[in-house]
């Protein structure tokens, strides 16, 4: 049975992503970015050790979740993990977010099948390491502004960088009103 290591978890996040989420924060983070958001996070050998099937059944239990977000920590340091959760969750329907300190590029790169599985199986990818200079509390979903919103099924289709655009929604006044 895979396991993963987890800082934590918290089951109704509305600041990981649009909609109501549920957030996984891994455990390990080797980036080092300074002013990291989460330093307690960052050693390999924090955190709690859990069976998959345990978060997936929390992350099932409350039907009004719409979203799952992988965050940490480093997801692609636990890429087995990590692939397999967003795979059974995308399969589900759930909107996956995932937050890397690494480049799309990278993680493209990578030889690894299990980064490619979990970049295949998320919908928005948030990239690169937290830059403190550019840290800005006008960036909605991302700490600074070198980290890219990437809309990865679009992406990985035309073989270049296409980022997400939120939907938007258009409100019509009936016309007999
Ligand atoms: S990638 Fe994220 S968790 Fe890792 S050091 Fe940078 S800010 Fe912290």
């Not at 329907?93 to 493209?108: A, F, K, V």
Request: aromatic share 6%.
């Amino acid at each position: 049975m895979t396991q993963i290591r987890l800082y934590g978890c918290v089951q109704d996040s509305i600041v990981d992503g649009p909609g109501l989420r549920y957030a996984i924060f891994v455990q390990g983070c080797t980036h080092g970015c300074p002013g990291c958001h989460n330093p307690e996070s960052q050693p390999a050998s924090g955190g709690q050790v859990h069976d998959l099937e345990e978060v997936l059944a929390d992350v099932r239990a409350n039907p009004l979740v719409s979203g799952v977000t992988l965050s940490g920590g480093e997801p692609f340091e636990q890429a087995h993990a990590c692939a397999q959760l967003a795979a059974a969750l995308d399969g589900e329907g759930y909107d996956i977010w995932t937050y890397t300190g690494y480049l799309l590029e990278d993680l493209l790169a990578s030889e690894d099948a299990d980064v490619r599985t979990l970049l295949e199986h998320t919908h928005v990818l948030v990239d690169g390491p937290f830059v403190e200079a550019k840290k800005s509390l006008d960036l909605k979903w991302c700490g600074s502004s070198n980290q890219r919103l990437i809309d990865m099924p679009k992406t990985l289709a035309q073989g270049s960088v296409i980022l997400w655009q939120p939907e938007t929604v258009h409100i019509e006044r009936p016309s007999r009103w």
